[in-house]
Structures are given as structure tokens and as C-alpha cells.
């Protein structure tokens, strides 16, 4: 069987007014039948075989839709965290520039501003669009599918509605026969279409759903590949870019980090600020 049969859409109905009454007869006689097998009136048909394969290809929609929101919130995470970055930016050169516009801080604070300004450039020119393509587009097609299936999916339950109905009804006729004899012919061939029906409905979709599941590791191994590459790219340009900010620091700068020690300093700093008086010093 091809796995085409499960991605194209079901057929869709007529729109004329004899239809549209048949579909409403059809839907009123399938609640029927539900509520009749609720209360043990008619035999509810259990395959245990489609039911194993529906319970998989529920929890990997589950898993798309939650892929494609988590990408979607990731894409819009690194955008916003370089933007803010740059804010940041801004914000440090504005205090080195404002004590001395010559000092090794005011010239570290304007290469750090350098530096993210051309990450949020880079992220916004070389990796948005490819992002999009790469990962969120396999995505949103995939994710398309869904609805198509579930229209399968619910085309197959009806048609069981149907079967069991049907089933139903000739056993009646068989466990207490009529006077009438075409009616249990009409019931039997009833009986036989429906099941024709469903059965062919049921083993189409029981033979691809497995296909379509085996097909997800093949079709999003290109996008996760290219989300690696993509982030490794970043995080290597971030390094090359704020490594090159460290050289305005003083030597005792870049030691006393390495040893602990700028804790100490801040706190150093801190405690002068709590002894001014406008800091609530007495």
C-alpha cells in the first residue's frame, strides 16, 4: 500500500440538499448506535492492532506540535536575547563614556557594543532566514499532515459505527426471522458492505501509519542537523567576537578572574556605596 492514500485529503462531500440530508440521517443514526453500544445494546467492535497504532501516531502529533512551538520559541529567544544584548551594550558604553571617554573601560565598553551589534546583525542576516527554511518550514509541513490524517482517522471510526450497526441489525433478524423474506438478504448485504467498507478504511490505515511514523527520523534528520550547525556557527562567532573585547583589559583584570577574586572587588565597592549618605549610610 502507498503511503500517498494517507496524505491526500478525504473526498469531500456534495453540497446539494439530498446529501447534506443523507449525511444528516447518517449522523443521527452513528449517535445512535453510540449511545445504544454505552448502554450494551449493541456489541462495540475493539481491534487492538489499530488502536496500538493510533496510541503511537497520537503521542508523535503530540510531539510535532510541541517541536514546532519549542523551535518556533527557541528562533524567537536567540533574536530577542542578541537584541537585548545590544541594549545592554548601549547602556554599558553610556556609563564608561560618561567618566572618561579615554579610559581602558570606556574603550572596552564601546568594542563590547561593536561586537553584539555585529552578533544581532549576524543572527538577524545569516541565521533567521536559514532557520526558517532549514527547520520551521520541515515543521509546519509536517505538521499540516495531521489534519488530513485525522480526517482518516475519523472517516474509519464512522464507518465502524456503520459495521457494528449493521452487524447488529442481521443478528436480529437472524435470532428472530420476519415473514418477510428479503429482509434478511437486505440485512446481509448490509451487513457485507459496511464491513467491506470498514475493513478497507482499517487496513489502509493500519499498514501506513506505521510508514508515516517510520518516515519522521529520515525527514527531520536534515533540519536537527542544520540546528546543530547553526548554533555551533553562533556560539563560535560569540567566542571570536567578545574574546577580541578582553584585550581592553588591564593584565590584573583578567587575573583576578581567573583567580575568584572580582567578587571580592565588587563587594569591595558595594560597601562604599552603602556609606554614602544618599545610600542610607547614618
Not at 462531500?13 to 449525511?23: A, G, V
Not at 441489525?169 to 423474506?181: F, M
Not at 583589559?249 to 587575573?255: A, E, G, K, L, S
Request: hydrophobic residues 35%; aromatic residues 8%; negative net charge.
Amino acid at each position: 500500500m502507498q503511503l500517498q492514500y494517507l496524505l491526500e485529503p478525504a473526498a469531500s462531500s456534495s453540497k446539494n440538499e439530498l446529501d447534506r440530508f443523507t449525511s444528516f440521517k447518517k449522523s443521527l443514526n452513528r449517535a445512535g448506535t453510540t449511545v445504544l453500544q454505552k448502554t450494551g445494546q449493541i456489541e462495540r467492535t475493539v481491534d487492538r492492532e489499530f488502536a496500538d497504532e493510533e496510541s503511537k501516531y497520537r503521542a508523535f502529533e503530540k510531539e510535532c506540535q510541541a517541536l514546532q512551538k519549542d523551535s518556533k520559541s527557541y528562533g524567537d529567544a536567540m533574536k530577542a536575547m542578541t537584541a537585548a544584548q545590544s541594549r545592554l551594550a548601549e547602556t554599558i558604553e553610556s556609563f564608561y563614556g560618561a567618566a572618561d571617554r579615554t579610559s581602558d573601560g570606556a574603550m572596552a565598553g564601546h568594542a563590547f557594543k561593536s561586537a553584539v551589534q555585529d552578533l544581532d546583525a549576524s543572527i538577524q542576516r545569516e541565521l533567521d532566514a536559514p532557520y526558517r527554511t532549514t527547520v520551521m518550514e520541515p515543521l509546519g509541513k509536517m505538521n499540516a499532515y495531521f489534519p488530513i490524517v485525522n480526517e482518516h482517522i475519523s472517516k474509519r471510526n464512522k464507518k465502524l459505527l456503520d459495521y457494528d450497526a449493521a452487524r447488529s441489525k442481521l443478528r436480529k433478524v437472524i435470532e428472530k426471522p420476519s415473514d418477510d423474506p428479503t429482509k434478511l438478504p437486505k440485512a446481509q448485504q448490509e451487513h457485507d458492505d459496511a464491513k467491506e467498507v470498514f475493513e478497507l478504511l482499517n487496513d489502509q490505515l493500519i499498514a501506513e501509519l506505521p510508514q508515516l511514523l517510520d518516515l519522521r527520523v529520515p525527514y527531520f534528520d536534515p533540519s536537527f542537523e542544520a540546528m546543530i550547525r547553526m548554533q555551533c556557527k553562533f556560539a563560535e562567532e560569540g567566542y571570536e567576537k567578545l574574546s577580541a573585547v578582553q584585550r581592553y583589559f588591564t593584565d590584573n583584570v583578567r587575573d583576578d578572574y581567573a583567580a575568584g577574586q572580582l567578587d571580592a572587588q565588587v563587594e569591595g565597592v558595594l560597601q562604599e556605596m552603602k556609606e554614602l549618605s544618599i545610600c542610607g549610610a547614618n
